[in-house]
């Protein structure tokens, strides 16, 4: 394998700073090369995990056995046409609304701030505000990992959803996207609702510490933040992780945080939610590599 690099610190790759040694790593600039190290990865037999932005992703103590591939720093290749952008999966989500806000258009503003890529935001369909990424999009390719090929689907065939994808039920890695914006009535306004929005986020959310967003998707009829807060969690501390004492769904690194800190809080979370409300709240969080303790689940 070509322009790999070997036992990688993955900690300074997530937005949590948390994460064990990366077996192998590559950065690839390409499709062809992506597909070249996801080939090699297959007939090793070695696991692959694909690194946007390190936002809504917790590595484990133990690191990666296999390939991680990051697309945030080579793979970033972008194209407007009008109203119209065509761009790779490692652009930077927030960017290419600052972009979309500085050429007058609208469709994504509502989810300015969240610190992910394009590919990753589409494999979860992230959002804010009642606004996904996936509101404005016309269609995607992604290369199809079990059988090598590259799918181009519309928009209706990705079956989007609340932070789900047809994307994320497969062994895809997203390639490239192409969305389609409205002009704004007024670039003025677009801009004060921008700044507005990013406001609103610093207000509600504890941005001045590392974490990873949302750790647990909203069920359906809930908030997430609100069932932990009413089990008198929301503050509660294991090592150097802190459930916010601001937002209750945000844990923070507060010094050298470790990953089975986290599981750890995450199943006591989990536990005193199911056993307070009866909701089981499902990780939003990706969970990779091997944890010591394993997801908490309710006996029968």
Known sequence: M???????DLAPFTTLRIGGVARYYCE????????????????????????????????????????????S?????????????????????DEIIAEAVSRGLSGLEYLSGIPGT????????????????????LSASYLDCSTGEIVE??????????????????????????????PAESLEELGVLRRNVLKRRAAKQPLQYPNCGSVFKRPQGFYAGTLIEKTSLKGAKCGDIEISAKHANFFLNKGKGKAGDVMKLINQVRKAVYELHGVLLEPEVVLAGEFEEPLYTPSL
Do not use: H
């Open 153 to 182: 689907q519309d928009k209706s065939e990705l079956e989007f959803d609340y932070r789900s994808s047809l994307i994320k039920k497969l062994d895809a890695i997203v390639l490239n996207s192409r969305f389609r914006f409205r």
């Open 28 to 71: 690839p600039d390409s499709i062809e090369q992506l597909k070249e190290m996801v080939f090699q990865a297959k007939s090793d037999n070695m696991p692959i995990l694909v690194l946007g932005r390190g936002s809504n992703l917790l590595i484990s103590d133990s690191g990666w056995s296999g390939l991680v591939l990051n697309l």
């Open 73 to 93: 720093v080579k793979f970033k290749e972008k194209n407007w046409n009008g109203n119209e952008l065509q761009c790779n999966a490692g652009c930077s989500l």
């Open 2 to 8: 070509t322009q790999l690099r070997e036992n990688i």
């Open 118 to 137: 394009i590919g990753g935001g589409l494999t979860m369909n992230a959002g804010a505000f009642e606004s996904t990424v996936s509101d404005p999009l």
